[in-house]
């Protein structure tokens, strides 16, 4: 059975950066593309970056774009979405997701979701 388990969430204040970190349980995952996505209370599901299997190319959301970077070690099967000068309003909860491509994880279409971690900025 395949397990995604996300690390790295927690209290950080405005400004300030956290790491999270998703570890996928087969290397076949490896060869898939990822995302991160993130719900805030009361509201929808929004996703936030994607990058291909290889790595070479990545997509952000506009909300996030040169604060937070996507990045995969395929050598580890985990993903990671470093966020900087993070902000109240990206406090969610953060969910990792695994889908064929790129195309399919936009289009809220990935298979494979991690449990969520809560990350809090406060102001």
């Known amino acids: 059975q395949v397990t995604l388990v996300e690390s790295g969430g927690g209290l950080v204040q405005a400004g300030g950066s956290l790491r999270l970190s998703c570890a996928a349980s087969?290397?076949?995952?490896?060869?898939?593309?990822m995302g991160w996505f993130r719900q805030a209370p009361g509201k929808e599901r929004e996703f936030v970056a994607a990058i291909t299997w290889s790595g070479g190319t990545t997509y952000y959301a506009d909300s996030v774009k040169g604060r937070f970077t996507i990045s995969k070690d395929n050598a580890k099967y985990t993903g990671y979405l470093q966020m900087n000068s993070l902000k109240p309003e990206d406090t969610a909860v953060y969910y990792c997701n695994f889908a064929p491509n790129t195309a399919a994880i936009r289009d809220f279409r990935g298979d494979y979701w991690g449990q969520g971690t809560q990350v809090t900025v406060s102001s």
């Open positions: 087969e290397r076949t995952f490896s060869r898939y593309a």
